[in-house]
C-alpha cells in the first residue's frame, strides 16, 4: 500500500490511476496540524490497515492532485554518516548518524529554497528514507527490526557545505526545505528487499546519482538496531540511509530535480535561490574523489 | 511566573509560597490532541491566560513542589538545539563560528529522575550544565531587536554526553542522545522574571561536591543572536528548545549513584541522579583533561571546513 497526504489535508492510498481517500479511517484521531497528525495515523494504521485497504478498494478514484510530504513534521530526522561503499572494496566504516532539524521537511513538487548563508556548495544527495510505525527501542539487527517501519519513501538531503566549525555541516543540512521527502509510504510488504533497490537523481534532466543500496555498508536492519539502541524510536520518525556520493552535484537556482527510487516512486523538486549564485554544473568529481579516497 | 508539569500530566504554577497550583483546567478550553499540547498551549496563548494564571497562583491552595512531582515541563520538546562550545572559558580569544547539533527529544527527563547510562562503551559520561530557552511562538528570520519577543522563558539544561563513541575522525554527537540524557527542568521561568539572562551564575554539585562554576556574561553569542541567527536556519515553534552551551571548565563524569543538582541563579535547582547496570567506575571530581583541551583548542585559530566530510 502506498499513503500520501493530500495538499488539502486528507490521507489517501495512492493507486496506479489515481488517489483514494482514505481519511474516514483516521476521522476519531484528534489532531492540530498534519504535521502532528501524520504520527497519529502512522501509529493506527497497524490496527487499521484491513479497513483501509477495504476503503482503498470500495471508493471512488479521484485524479492525483497536489501533495504534501507524507509526514509533513517527523518528530526526529536521523540521518547516516556516509554509508555507501561506493565502488571501493574496503571494509565498512564505522557506524555512526546524526539529527537533522525536523523543520527542513518539504513535500513532492515543492522549492527547495537556498537560503541567504555563505555556502561553498549546495548538493543533493538522494536517500532511501524509512518511516517509523511504531515506538521502538534496543531492535534486534535481524528481519523482526522492519516489524518497527511504517514504510519507505524518498528524500533528498540537501546539504550546504561549509556552514558552522564542525563538519559536517548539520545546520548546512537542517534549512528550511532542505529535505524533499515523498511521495508515498510504501508500507514494507511491497518493498521485499530494501537492500536491492536502484536509486537514481537528476538535474534538468542530467544523470547525477545512480547507485544501489545493494553497496550500503550498515543495512536497513542495521540502522533500526543501532538507531534504537541510542533513542527511542516514535511513529513517524525519519531516518536516511545515506547517499552514494558518486554523483553528488550543484543544486542552483531554476534547477529541476528528479529522483527515483525503484518500487518506491518518483521524487521531484525544483530549486530557488534567491540570490542567483552559481556553480558548476554537473557532478562534483572533486568531492566524490575525496569520499572514496577517504573511504578507502 | 514559573510554569511546571507535575503529578499526571497536570500543568501548574508555581506560586511565591513554592507550592504548585494546578491550572490544567484553564488550558482545556484549546482541546489539546494529547497532554503533550496542554503546556505549548499555555505558551502560545499566555498573554490573554496571564491575568488569569496570576490570580490562581496568588488564590493559593496548592501543593509542595517537594510533594508535587515535578516532572519535566515540557513532555516533549519540539525540537532540542545545541550550541557547540559557546564559552570564552577563562580565555581573551576571539569569538568561534556559531554551529550547533540538534538532540533526541526522546532524551528529556525531569527533576529527580535517573539518567541512565547505557552499555555503549564510552570513554567517560560527563555532565553539561546549560541555560535553556523556551521558544514562545513560531519565529523564521528574527532580526535583533525582535529575537526576544520569540522567547517564553528559561529553564535548566542538563546535556549529559557520552564521550568517544562513534566514527573515528568526525563529531557525530549521537552520544548526546541516549534516552534519558536530557535532563529538563524543574519548572520554566518565564522571560520577564529574568531581566538580563546574560547575568546569571550557574553552578553543578556532583555528591555535594562543586563542578562547575561560570557566568553566562562569559558566552560568547548571547542569547539575542543565538535566536536571530538560529531563525535564519530553521523555524522555531513554541516548545523548541534551544540549550546555549556550557562552559567545560568544571565538567566531571557522572557514574551509578551520583546526585547531580545544577543550579541557575534565578530560575532554581534542578536534580538528577544516575544509574549505570555496568557500575563503571571513572576518576572523581572536575575532568581537567578536558578542560585545558577545550581552552586549547579555543584558542587556536577556527579550522573552519576545509574538506567538508560525507554525510
Redesign the interface.
Known amino acids: 500500500m502506498r499513503l500520501v497526504l493530500t495538499g488539502d489535508d486528507r490521507i489517501a492510498v495512492l493507486k496506479d490511476n489515481g488517489i483514494v481517500d482514505v481519511s474516514s479511517a483516521f476521522a476519531d484521531?484528534?489532531?492540530?496540524t498534519a504535521a502532528?497528525r501524520m504520527p497519529?495515523v502512522l501509529a493506527a494504521l497497524r490496527d487499521r490497515r484491513k479497513q483501509v485497504e477495504e476503503l482503498a478498494a470500495s471508493s471512488s478514484v479521484e485524479p492525483l492532485g497536489a501533495l504534501q510530504a507524507p509526514v509533513p513534521r517527523p518528530?526526529?530526522l536521523l540521518?547516516?554518516?556516509?554509508n555507501y561503499r561506493e565502488g571501493t572494496d574496503r571494509e565498512r566504516?564505522?557506524?555512526?548518524?546524526?539529527?537533522?532539524?525536523?523543520?527542513?521537511v518539504t513535500g513532492p513538487d515543492s522549492t527547495v529554497v537556498l537560503?541567504?548563508?555563505p555556502a561553498?556548495i549546495f548538493h543533493h544527495e538522494a536517500e532511501l528514507a524509512l518511516v517509523i510505525g511504531k515506538r521502538a527501542?534496543d531492535l534486534p539487527a535481524d528481519a523482526s527490526a522492519l516489524e518497527a517501519l511504517a514504510g519507505y519513501t524518498c528524500a533528498i538531503d540537501v546539504?550546504g557545505?561549509?556552514?558552522?566549525?564542525?563538519?559536517?555541516?548539520?545546520?548546512g543540512?537542517?534549512?528550511?526545505t532542505f529535505t524533499p521527502l515523498g511521495p508515498a509510504i510504501v508500507t514494507p510488504d511491497e518493498v521485499p528487499d530494501p537492500q536491492n533497490l536502484r536509486v537514481t537523481l537528476s538535474v534538468n534532466g542530467e544523470a547525477r546519482q545512480e547507485y544501489t543500496t545493494a553497496d550500503m555498508e550498515y543495512s536497513v536492519v542495521e540502522i533500526l538496531a543501532f538507531l534504537s539502541?541510542?533513542?527511542?524510536l516514535?511513529p513517524g520518525d525519519v531516518i536516511l540511509c545515506?547517499t552514494n556520493?558518486q554523483g553528488l552535484g550543484a543544486l542552483q537556482h531554476g534547477d529541476e530535480v528528479r529522483m527515483e527510487i525503484e518500487g518506491v516512486g518518483v521524487l521531484c523538486v525544483n530549486v530557488d535561490d534567491p540570490l542567483r549564485r552559481e556553480w558548476p554544473r554537473g557532478v562534483d568529481q572533486e568531492m566524490a574523489d575525496?569520499?572514496r579516497n577517504?573511504?578507502g | 511566573m514559573r510554569v511546571a508539569t507535575f503529578g499526571d500530566s497536570r500543568i501548574g504554577i508555581v506560586a511565591a509560597d513554592e507550592t504548585v497550583v494546578d491550572v490544567t483546567d484553564l488550558l482545556e478550553q484549546f482541546?489539546p490532541?494529547?497532554p503533550e499540547?496542554l503546556l505549548p498551549d499555555l505558551i502560545i496563548n499566555f498573554d490573554t491566560l496571564r491575568d488569569e494564571l496570576t490570580e490562581r497562583a496568588t488564590a493559593g491552595g496548592g501543593t509542595p513542589t517537594a510533594e508535587a512531582q515535578l516532572h519535566s515541563p515540557l513532555i516533549?520538546p519540539?525540537?532540542i538545539?545545541c550550541l557547540?562550545g559557546n564559552y570564552r572559558e577563562g580565555t581573551d580569544r576571539p569569538i568561534?563560528?556559531?554551529?550547533?547539533?540538534?538532540?533526541?527529544?526522546?532524551?528529556i527527563v525531569g527533576h529527580n529522575d535517573t539518567v541512565v547510562l547505557?552499555r555503549?562503551q564510552a570513554s567517560i559520561f560527563h555532565h553539561e550544565a546549560e541555560i535553556a530557552v523556551v521558544v514562545g511562538k513560531e519565529a523564521?528570520d528574527l532580526t535583533p531587536e525582535s529575537a526576544m519577543d520569540a522567547v517564553f522563558g528559561y529553564t535548566i539544561f542538563e546535556d549529559i554526553s557520552a564521550r568517544g563513541t562513534?566514527?573515528?575522525g568526525?563529531?557525530?554527537?549521537?552520544g548526546k542522545?541516549?534516552?534519558t540524557f536530557a535532563g529538563f527542568g524543574p519548572w520554566i521561568v518565564t522571560r520577564d522574571e529574568i531581566p538580563d539572562p546574560q547575568a546569571l551564575h550557574i553552578t553543578v554539585d556532583v555528591n555535594g561536591e562543586r563542578r562547575q562554576d561560570y557566568s553566562t556574561a562569559d558566552m560568547e553569542r548571547p542569547i539575542r543572536e543565538l535566536m536571530t541567527y538560529l531563525s535564519?536556519?530553521?523555524?522555531l515553534?513554541p516548545g523548541d528548545v534551544i540549550c546555549c552551551g556550557t562552559n567545560h571548565q568544571g565538567l566531571g563524569a557522572v557514574q551509578d549513584g551520583d546526585e547531580v543538582i545544577t543550579s541557575i541563579e534565578g530560575i532554581g535547582s534542578f536534580t538528577l541522579h544516575v544509574r549505570d547496570e555496568m557500575e563503571r567506575a571513572w576518576q572523581r571530581g572536575i575532568d581537567t583533561e578536558m578542560a585545558e583541551r577545550v581552552k586549547a583548542m579555543a584558542q587556536q585559530p577556527?579550522?573552519?571546513?576545509n574538506?567538508?566530510?560525507?554525510?
Open positions: 484521531l484528534k489532531y492540530r502532528d497519529r518528530p526526529k540521518a547516516a554518516f556516509g566504516q564505522e557506524q555512526d548518524m546524526f539529527l537533522e532539524s525536523p523543520d527542513s537560503p541567504n548563508h561553498s527501542k546539504s557545505r561549509g556552514i558552522g566549525r564542525m563538519p559536517p555541516s548539520r545546520m543540512k537542517s534549512f528550511d539502541g541510542y533513542m527511542t516514535v545515506g556520493h575525496r569520499v577517504a573511504a | 482541546d490532541p494529547g499540547h516533549r519540539t525540537k538545539i557547540i568561534q563560528i556559531l554551529d550547533v547539533f540538534f538532540k533526541s527529544p526522546e532524551g547505557p555503549h523564521k562513534g566514527r573515528p568526525i563529531v557525530s554527537f549521537l542522545s541516549h534516552d535564519s536556519i530553521t523555524t515553534n577556527d579550522q573552519q571546513a574538506g567538508e566530510q560525507a554525510s
